[in-house]
């Protein structure tokens, strides 16, 4: 039985994400550059959703974002609904936006 090199492994792991995405209504775009590794996005209105993967000790994790809670293991069974809640969570106002204006007068929220 041949190994796998790591980047067909990726690549593997990167496809077979999209195809569970794609089952839960997610329209994914898969990524295949030449000079680098594949990769995700996910196309919605107010900006595109990138998805890359990454080997840490031993296990393939799956990134959508730079906070501590946005990845998750990629062969986890929740990872997609992980995923899908992220794309769909409303985003109205971009957090460097929402940093340069600073918080909510009093008596603001609700309004």
């Not at 999209?18 to 996005?41: H, M, N």
């Amino acid at each position: 039985m041949a190994v796998e090199s790591l980047a067909w492994q990726e690549f593997r792991v990167v496809m077979e994400l999209a195809w569970r995405l794609k089952g839960l209504g997610v329209a994914v775009r898969a990524d295949v550059p030449l000079g680098g590794p594949p990769s995700l996005t996910l196309p919605r209105a107010e900006g595109d959703m990138h998805l890359n993967t990454d080997l840490r000790d031993g296990h393939w994790i799956v990134q959508w974002g730079t906070g501590i809670e946005e990845w998750w293991y990629a062969s986890a069974p929740d990872t997609p609904i992980k995923i899908r809640k992220a794309y769909f969570k409303p985003r109205l106002v971009p957090p460097y936006v929402a940093a340069f204006l600073g918080p909510e007068p009093d008596g603001a929220e609700g309004a």
